[in-house]
Structure formats: C-alpha cells, structure tokens
C-alpha cells in the first residue's frame, strides 16, 4: 500500500496509543512521518525504530502544541527536515474525568488548553505552511454526541475541535486541503482504560453494534482514508469511529 508515497505527515501526540498506530499506518502506506511527542522521547524513539525497521523514514520532534510558539517549531523542523509537510493529524489530547460540579479550574484550563488549543495552534500554522492540496485530520471524540455524566468538559472541548474543524475547511478549501475530524468511541488504549474498571469498560463495549471497543488500527485505517487522494470530496465533516456506538 503506497497510496501516500512522497507525502510528509505531522502526527501530534504520536509516541504511544492511537497516534502511534496512525504513524505506523501512514508510514506503511509510503508517508514520511513526524513523531511529535511531549514528554514520552523514548516511547517516540520507539515509534520511529519500528517505521525505520520495516524501511519506512521517522523522525521525532518534541513540542507541546498547546504553546503557539512549540508549535511553530514543530513545523518548521518538519519542513526543515522533509522539505514540506502534506498531512497534519491534531491527535494530541488528555481526558479528565469528572462531573462538573467538581472539575478544577487547573483541570478545565488544562484540557483547553491542550485539546481545544493545540488544534487551533496547529490549524494556525497548517494555514500557510501546508502543502498545497493536503489533508488535515482532527481528532474529536464520540463523547459529544452521548450524555455520559464525567464527560462534560472534555466533550466540550471536542465538541469546539468539531467546529473549528468544520469552520477551518471552508477558510482553507481554496487551496485544495480538505479537513475533517474523526469521532473515536471507546478505544483500547492506555488513556481510555485508564480508571475503569472492567465492568465498566464492558459496558460500553456493548453500546457497540459489534458488541466490542475499538482497536487503535480500526481508527488509523479510518484516518489513512482522510489522508488519501480517495477522500479529497470529503472536508467539513465530523465522522464517526465508533462501531455504531452514536
């Protein structure tokens, strides 16, 4: 699969979970691949290793894209080193869960701050310094259309990327780059398993038509499509990911 062979992709968040399995899939399919990473240099390294041993081409840069500034960096390093970027995937994100009435103010700011502005910081720099013709995925969260009490503010936040993202497409479409974000449900990763319990994480496998949680691949193939000259009628759209759980 070589659907993406000369395209340069930017993966934020992509050392561990979902984004790392994104920057396996896009490298497979013939993309250079960023590895942008926060905190986890090693967990990247590890990323790029696996692209690199199967032949692929990886390189790791470190940014909090919740930082306009690090987010510059980001990609002028990216294009430093490749020359262009053609793909950006707004992957990076934190989830705190909790009712309302007892999120924090640090919590609220945090989850803002990273999952609502790291995407318009990103969008920012995607606005002049995107190929011409390229793609952008934002990753929302398929909590904006349940009403799960303990995902009020981090659907929020969610519900704003759907926005932008819908917004952004128009603002962009002249340059031929499609945008759309992408709706996982419960997904098997660290941070969606984290602080559930197995009765927990049961139930909401059975919101599923497939009677399952998704798997990290089942969202990177979803992505790999966006990214692909098949999906450029595409732009403006909220998809779903979630195995018909909304």
């Known amino acids: 699969m070589t659907q993406l062979k000369g395209k340069v992709a930017i993966v934020t968040g992509s050392s ?15 993309a250079k691949v960023v590895i942008n990473y926060n905190g986890s240099k ?21 940014a909090d894209v919740s ?7 980001l990609f002028d390093q990216a294009m430093d080193h490749f020359g262009q970027v053609d793909i950006l995937i707004n992957n990076a994100g934190i989830m705190m869960n909790s009712l309302i009435k007892d999120v924090s103010d640090e919590d609220f700011t945090k989850m803002f ?18 190929a011409e013709n390229g793609s952008i995925v934002n990753f929302s969260s398929s909590t904006t259309r349940l009403m799960m009490p303990g995902y009020g503010i981090y659907s929020a936040t969610k519900a704003a990327v759907e926005q932008m993202s819908r917004v952004f497409s128009k603002e962009i479409g002249e340059r031929g ?11 098997n990763t660290e941070l969606f398993k984290e602080g559930k319990s197995d ?5 909401l496998a059975s919101m599923s038509a497939f009677n399952r949680i998704g798997e990290p691949e089942d969202i990177a193939k979803i992505v ?5 000259d098949e999906a450029k009628w595409m732009t403006g759209q909220n998809i779903g990911a979630n195995g018909g759980t909304a």
């Open 42 to 62: 090693e967990s990247a390294e590890e990323v790029a290793k696996n692209i690199s041993d199967k032949g692929g081409n990886a390189v790791i840069i470190q």
């Open 199 to 203: 009765e927990i994480i049961s139930k």
């Open 67 to 73: 930082k306009a500034s690090e987010a510059a960096q």
């Open 16 to 30: 561990r979970g979902i984004g790392a399995e994104i920057a396996y899939t896009l490298a497979a399919a013939g």
């Open 113 to 130: 701050d990273v999952n609502v502005k790291g995407v318009f910081n990103m969008l920012k720099q995607a606005s002049t310094k995107l």
């Open 224 to 228: 790999l499509l966006l990214c692909s």
């Open 177 to 187: 780059i499609n945008v759309n974000s992408i709706l996982p449900g419960g997904t």
